[in-house]
């Protein structure tokens, strides 16, 4: 998620969500894995991208993932970028 400004080491705020809501970044539940991604929906279908210059995403059936949070913040540790 580094295009987003997320750092590996960074801690993550999250306000709880249910609901995705399009280019936003969520906490996502993935085939029983939690993941960050970048929401993005088109034409009805809803994509899970990765904010790393790689412009990958993947496109998911309601029934594989749920929403668990919305990004909200980051807390960096003194010292770090």
């Given at each position: 998620?580094?295009?987003?400004?997320?750092?590996?080491?960074?801690?993550?705020?999250?306000?709880?969500?249910?609901?995705?809501?399009?280019?936003?970044?969520?906490?996502?539940?993935?085939?029983?894995?939690?993941?960050?991604?970048?929401?993005?929906?088109?034409?009805?279908?809803?994509?899970?991208?990765?904010?790393?210059?790689?412009n990958?995403?993947?496109?998911?059936?309601?029934?594989?993932?749920?929403?668990?949070?919305?990004?909200?913040?980051?807390?960096?540790?003194?010292?770090?970028?």
């Amino acid at each position: 998620m580094i295009e987003a400004g997320i750092f590996d080491g960074d801690n993550i705020l999250f306000q709880n969500s249910e609901s995705l809501e399009d280019g936003a970044i969520m906490l996502v539940k993935y085939k029983n894995k939690m993941t960050v991604k970048r929401i993005m929906m088109k034409e009805g279908q809803i994509y899970l991208c990765w904010d790393d210059g790689s412009n990958r995403q993947m496109m998911v059936d309601s029934e594989d993932y749920e929403v668990q949070g919305k990004f909200m913040a980051i807390e960096r540790r003194p010292g770090k970028r």
